[in-house]
């Protein structure tokens, strides 16, 4: 049996992650347990959500830079309107989630509407809904609505004793199911991966490419906003200085996780297992105490550069033969 | 030149390219004036020149230079957005070696450095050329895209600067280290000096031999280029280390202002406003023509927004929205398809364009 060559980021990424438990079970003492890895996902569900819309981005061969801010714009605005205006959170999460939609529409629509790059455009995003978040606050709002506050710490108990999972987690889980449903069991997920590959020839073969690419930003600003509310849920505040350089970690998530940056290549799936990397790279550290926090950073620059340059000689292997 | 060959002065003047930037820049100068009645006054105060002007230029000297470097690299298609890491990890060596402890010599206290002055910041500006070429690497020579190339500095950057500093912010007590970021030369700020004498070597470099041209070339058309005999991958190579190199010295001047180098702050953001400063000087994001004047009245129209900002009373946080603003409007400018939107808005359309 031989592994198809599409495949082997996929499994070069799922084979580090096991490597990394591995590691980190034999290492440390208590590493190994449900709780340990259940935790991954607790603490790295708002960035599962918002790497999952960045990858329908990157697969579609753009770039998406105001995540961070979106999520921050999120919390702002939900904590405004739950804490200050009293609003029922069944109103709130809603209007929340398509102001997150639109802003992404908007942007979707400057880049498809007017050939602008997708970088400068995000770039401009991310001033924006940074900005808006200090006009609707400076200071950061704690929530403490008690439906809010229940609804954040319930933990739902699984099959083992003792292994819980938070309601972020499980949405976390819904929205990869969902974005892996949408990816490849829809005209909506082909087209991306057509427009990834090559935009003109999407367009000659009559796809709908403009509806596509604003729908792609769209969706990214969706699940932005959705891992704002998640954030919430995780911090119980909202505030301007949230998730700042979030979208970095999203953009290098999605990269580790397999897929091209160049775009119609990789896997929603693969997303998963790049946050849980860099969730265990973070676990690693802590269980190891000795370490300064720094180093986070310099081993996911690290595994980064790793993954670039094998993705560059897998894409030069594939068009050499 | 005869008046039947050359087009009128008006028409010459709407077509030079640094028309817009210019003209925004007076727009909020004029705005600063009817604004703040003092802002055009220079006093002469302690042996220099003293101002608002004054103030602004001396603070937009690091984003200047940084600015120039990412010139070039934007104009050969690439992008850098690990200056500011660049900038930290500069900031931080120069910090560390430079150091300073107080002595007390022939019953005198003085500062004397770590090691000397002069090899400090040598040794920050090859840790940054150190960098740059690292980017250059990942980009000309591995074929990895640019913005991706560059992230990986950018992420693993700052925790070497704070690896480097040991997570502490250093303090400088080296007076003579401090003339760099805040010294003044025949009344102006020393930083500007470095900053107009990078630009000068630059544009000297970029006019009088054919390196501008074989950068434009490489920038309109990679291939092309190539093809024609110009050494894409060499000179794509030189203009990430030589935006590494400004990033650091950028990095001496923000760390010798503050006396004191910020592993996880210096620098921050300085990527984006470097970029936002290249696009509003008229360099297009795709490559090709560039503006090492254009960008220098970027990084100044960005830094007189900010002040300006902060002296009308606006609250600081608002200048992030008017940044986006900014951003939005310059870029539609620049796109052929929206300038035929707004034609076709404004112009009515031909009969006979819709048969």
């Known amino acids: 049996m031989k592994l198809q060559s599409k495949y082997v980021p996929l499994a070069a990424t799922v084979s580090l992650f096991l490597a990394m438990s591995v590691f980190g079970s034999v290492s440390y003492t208590g590493f190994f347990s449900m709780q340990v890895f259940l935790n991954l996902l607790i603490d790295n569900a708002f960035l599962v959500i918002v790497a999952v819309g960045m990858t329908f981005v990157i697969l579609s061969g753009g770039i998406d830079l105001s995540v961070g801010s979106v999520v921050a714009l999120s919390t702002v605005v939900l904590a405004k309107l739950v ?42 995003g991310m001033f924006l809904a940074r900005g808006l978040c200090y006009l609707i606050s400076i200071d950061s709002i704690s929530i403490t609505d008690p439906n809010y506050t229940v609804l954040a710490q319930t933990r739902i108990h699984l099959w ?87 979208e970095l970690d999203a953009i290098a998530a999605v990269v580790i996780g397999g897929t091209l940056l160049s775009g119609g290549v990789g896997y929603v799936f693969g997303t998963l297992f790049g946050v849980l990397t860099l969730g265990m790279i973070q676990s690693l550290i802590m269980f190891d105490g000795s370490l300064s926090s720094w180093w986070t950073r310099i081993v996911i620059g690290t595994l980064l550069f790793v993954f670039c340059v094998l993705q560059r000689l897998f894409e030069t292997d594939r068009r050499t033969t | 030149m005869s008046k039947l060959t050359s087009p009128s002065l008006l028409a010459r003047v709407q077509r030079h390219p640094l028309l817009w930037p210019v003209v925004t820049l007076v727009l909020i100068l004029i705005v ?27 603070r937009a000297a690091p984003l200047m230079l940084v600015s120039l470097g990412m010139t070039l ?72 895209q640019p913005i991706i190339a560059t992230l990986i500095l950018m992420v693993a950057g700052r925790g070497v600067a704070q690896l480097l500093t040991d997570g502490q912010i250093v ?153 986006a603003a900014v951003v939005f409007v310059v870029m539609l400018m620049q796109s052929p398809e929206f300038r035929r939107a707004v034609r076709g808005w404004v112009v009515r359309p031909d009969i006979r364009s819709h048969p």
């Not at chain 2, 703040?36 to 001396?58: A, E, K, M, T, V």
Request: proline letters at 3%; a positive charge.
């Open chain 1, 83 to 124: 804490q200050h205006f009293h609003w029922n959170l069944m109103f709130a999460i809603p209007v929340v989630l398509s102001m997150g939609m639109l802003f992404g529409a908007f942007m979707g629509w400057l880049i498809q509407r007017f050939r602008l790059q997708p970088f400068i455009v995000t770039l401009a």
């Open chain 1, 160 to 246: 083992a004793e003792g292994a819980m999972v938070s309601i972020s987690a499980i949405l976390a889980l819904l929205v990869l199911a969902g974005a892996v449903y949408i990816a490849h069991y829809t005209q909506f997920g082909r087209t991306v991966y057509a427009i990834g590959g090559a935009e003109h020839s999407a367009v000659l073969m009559g796809l709908p490419v403009a509806q596509t690419t604003i729908g792609v930003y769209a969706l990214s600003g969706f699940c932005a906003a959705l891992g704002g509310v998640a954030f919430t849920f995780y911090m119980l505040s909202g505030y301007g200085l949230h998730a700042v350089g979030l």
């Open chain 2, 32 to 58: 600063n004036a009817s604004m703040n009645p003092g802002f055009w006054i220079l006093q002469w105060r302690d042996g220099h020149l003293y101002g608002s002007i004054i103030d602004i230029l001396n």
């Open chain 2, 73 to 144: 690299v934007i104009a050969t298609r690439g992008i850098d957005i690990s200056v500011g890491a660049t900038v930290a990890i500069g900031a931080a060596v120069a910090a560390l070696m430079v150091g300073g402890k107080l002595v007390i010599t022939d019953g005198l206290p003085q500062h004397i450095s770590r090691f000397p002055m002069w090899l400090a910041i040598v040794c920050a500006l090859l840790t940054a050329l150190a960098c740059g070429l690292w980017n250059g690497v990942l980009v000309a020579k591995i074929g990895l």
């Open chain 2, 171 to 323: 303090t400088v007590y080296y007076p003579p280290y401090f003339y760099i970021g805040s010294g003044y030369l025949w009344g102006l700020p020393f930083a500007l000096f470095i900053a107009a004498f990078v630009y000068v070597a630059m544009h000297l470099t970029v006019t009088r031999t054919a390196l501008g041209l074989f950068i434009q070339a490489i920038g309109i058309n990679p291939a092309a280029a190539r093809v024609a005999g110009v050494r894409e991958r060499l000179i794509s190579m030189c203009v990430y280390a030589f935006c590494g190199l400004t990033a650091g010295i950028a990095g001496l001047i923000i760390s010798s202002n503050v006396k004191s180098a910020d592993g996880n702050n210096a620098g921050n953001l300085l990527e984006l406003d470097a970029i936002l400063a290249v696009t509003l000087g008229g360099t297009l994001l795709t490559g090709g023509r560039f503006s090492l004047a254009g960008s220098m009245i970027g990084a100044l129209i960005i830094q007189t927004l900010t002040s300006t900002i902060y002296s009308i009373g606006v609250p600081p946080e608002i200048n992030l929205v008017v940044k």
